[in-house]
Every structure is written in C-alpha cells, then in structure tokens.
C-alpha cells in the first residue's frame, strides 16, 4: 500500500489546509497516511533525512513529491 | 442553480460572497482549501485600513469569520473547468457540476518563478516562496531575498529576525517597496543590498541529499557575474495568475481582461483581485474588486431573472 507522509509545522499557515486535504483524500482512496510535525523527534529525523527546508511537504513512499498543497488529480495519480 | 458561484475564497471572493449574500443572491464560494488567499502568508500586514499591523493569517480568519456571520456557503473542491450555456453557468468541480446565473473568478495568483537554473529541483531544499512558511528553517544562516516590491522587503525584514545573514537582491537601482519598508530595511543591520543585478542559477550541494549551496548573480553595471554563499533564497518577482479553468479574453501573462464593472469578455463571468489585469495588486484592491463585482452581477442576474424561473 502507497505511504504518504505529511511534513508540516506549527508555525506554517499553509500547513492546515494541506493537512484537511491529505485528510479528505484518505476518507476516498486507500492509503496509508501519517502526518509528522518537524520539532518532534522523528520529524527532525525525515529533515535530515530528506533534507527538506521547506513545509508542507509530502513524502510518498520514501520520495519527496508535493511542496505546499498539491492539485487533487496530481495527489491521486501519486497515490494509485 | 446558484445565482452566483464564485471561485476561490481569498479576500476578494470573501468580499464578493458578503455583498452578494446580504443583496439577497443564493450564493456558493468554492474553494480549494480551507484557508486560502496570498494574504494568508504575510508575516505582517500593515496597509489594510483600520488594522494598522496584523499578520496574514489572523487577518484572512476575520474575513472568513465576517462571512459565515453573513451566511455565506462555502464548499471545498477543485474547481476545474466553466462553461456556458445559453444564460447558465456551468461551473465544473472535482465532486460533480454545479449551475448559476453569473460567476465570479477570485482564483487568485501563486508566486513567479525566476524560471533559473537549479531553482525547480531545489524547492523545499532551500528554495522558497513564503518565508513565513520556511523562514525558521534558516535560524543563524545566511539567505538571499529576490525582489524589490512590499513583499520581498516585508519578509527580508521577517527573515533579518531569524537569519543571520540576508542578502536583498534586486535587478533595479532602486527598491519598489513603500518607503515605510524600506526605511526599516536599510536601517536593519543584518540586511545587505545588491542592487543593479539578477540572479542567473541558484545551485545546490552535490550529494544524495541536496541543499541550496549558492547562487550567482549578474551586476548589471560590471556585467561581471558573481557567487553568493547562502543556505536559502527566497523568491518574490510577482504573480502568475490561476486563470487556466475560464476561457475568457485575457493579457500575454494570464491575467484576466476586464471592464469598469469587472465583467470578462464573456456576459455574467467577472474577475476579482490577483486574478485580473489591474495596477494594483492589493488586498485593498481585492476586497474592493469583490464589491463591485458582486453589485455588477446582481444587476446582470435581475436583468434577465424572470426568464430564467
């Protein structure tokens, strides 16, 4: 199963709405999804890690894909 | 059918939606997400009358809050084509078709690109748009801001609060900012100006994993091409309008084409705020533009409303 890993901060207005929108497609596609804000300790790991300077950003399956909040058809043809 | 749908929930469309509601039009705001509009991303708006400095986001929750009070509907989908039949709108989304007798374009815009070498592949790794989003990945490092306007010298000075260093890089010899902005930009300590010049490629570290290493930039008066150690660059050289869904009459750039009431080549479409050819690219303007289009579009909807029941 396709894993979407949702990056995102407590200090980013853009945040929220990417969340409701990886949310929202999760209720219509299967997949599975987790969201990862970057002060925790496994959210200063995926920056290391991936190297990401820049939230939200979206992890599928171990690739960055999405910075900021993606089109729904782009989002769906990632997860299919 | 809707009397009016208006695509997109920014500050114009907000402004749009009320002045349709309480002039008694049945009205839908679709929009992609929840909270939405440019504005939102401001560190600090502070030429909106009668808020002399708030940030972005508290400012876009007031107008979202204004409108539910109003009893505007919002719905939140992809708005991905319009088309017209006859008198009726067809507005096409990602959850099914919806109908109204006028539409009003409020998609806003998204930041430019430089359109250089290096900058697509490295976003997220260092190249940015919003620094209010990205800004505090940079603590005690070094950034360049690209742009010389209000929001390039509105988030270099957001950026001086926690970069140790900002370059402001501008291709004139003098900033387009308001004069209040530049005065704190120069009086800041950490802000150094390079003006006359334009960036040329923004490059990033060799490597798995890749970071914004550097930029080099032309001085337009030596002609001399220079490098830039930095962490981060962060990118404001205008908008580029979200015009693709409406096939209405619109300049070389997207931006779409409108008349004095804000109406679009096409009877009973108008285009409000970032969207639209207009000199000003404000909020100020914005919210204006969603008044009067809205006023404009209840006019055309009465004119011919009895033979549409």
Redesign the interface.
């Given at each position: 199963m396709v894993k979407v890993t949702l990056v995102h901060a407590s200090w980013c207005t853009a945040c929220p709405a990417a969340r409701r929108f990886w949310k929202d497609l999760k209720s219509e596609h299967d997949f599975e999804y987790e969201e990862v804000e970057v002060e925790t300790p496994e959210g200063k790991a995926l920056l290391e890690e991936y190297g990401i300077v820049g939230v939200p950003t979206t992890i599928i399956d171990g690739e960055v894909v999405f910075t900021g909040l993606p089109k729904k058809a782009d989002a769906i043809a990632h997860i299919s | 059918m809707y009397d009016l749908i208006i695509v997109g929930g920014g500050p114009a469309g907000l402004a749009a939606g009320i002045y349709a509601v309480r002039s008694g039009l049945e009205t839908l705001i679709l929009e992609?997400?929840?909270?939405?509009g440019q504005i939102?991303?401001a560190d600090i708006v502070e030429n909106y009358p009668g808020f002399p400095s708030i940030s972005?986001?508290e400012l876009m929750e007031k107008y979202k809050s204004h409108a539910q009070e109003v009893g505007v509907k919002t719905k939140?989908t992809?708005v991905l084509s319009l088309s017209t039949e006859g008198n009726k709108k067809i507005v096409s989304t990602?959850s099914g078709d919806l109908e109204s007798k006028a539409v009003i374009i409020a998609t806003g815009a998204n930041p430019k690109h430089l359109n250089v070498p290096g900058e697509e592949e490295l976003?997220?790794?260092?190249?940015?748009y919003?620094a209010?989003?990205?800004g505090?990945?940079?603590r005690n490092k070094t950034v360049a801001v690209i742009g010389g306007g209000n929001s390039a010298v509105t988030d270099a000075l957001f950026l001086s609060k926690i970069a140790r260093k900002v370059y402001l890089i501008h291709r004139r010899d003098k900033l387009k900012a308001a004069k209040v902005l530049q005065d704190r930009a120069f009086a800041s300590s950490n802000i150094e100006f390079i003006l006359n010049a334009f960036v040329v490629e923004i490059v990033g570290s060799r490597g798995e994993?890749?970071?914004v290493e550097r930029l080099v930039y032309k001085d337009l008066s030596s002609g001399e091409d220079h490098k830039l150690a930095i962490?981060?660059v962060f990118i404001y050289v205008g908008i580029h309008p979200n015009t693709e869904i409406v096939n209405v009459e619109k300049d070389e750039e997207g931006f779409i084409k409108t008349n004095s009431l804000l109406e679009t080549s096409q009877k009973g479409i108008y285009a409000v705020g970032d969207c639209r050819d207009t000199p000003i690219w404000q909020l100020v303007a914005a919210v204006r533009d969603g008044a009067l289009a809205a006023t404009a579009a209840k006019e055309y909807i009465e004119s011919f409303k009895e033979q549409m029941k």
């Open positions: - | 992609r997400s929840e909270i939405s939102a991303l972005g986001i939140i992809e990602d976003i997220s790794k260092g190249v940015s919003c209010i989003c990205d505090p990945f940079f994993i890749r970071r962490d981060g």
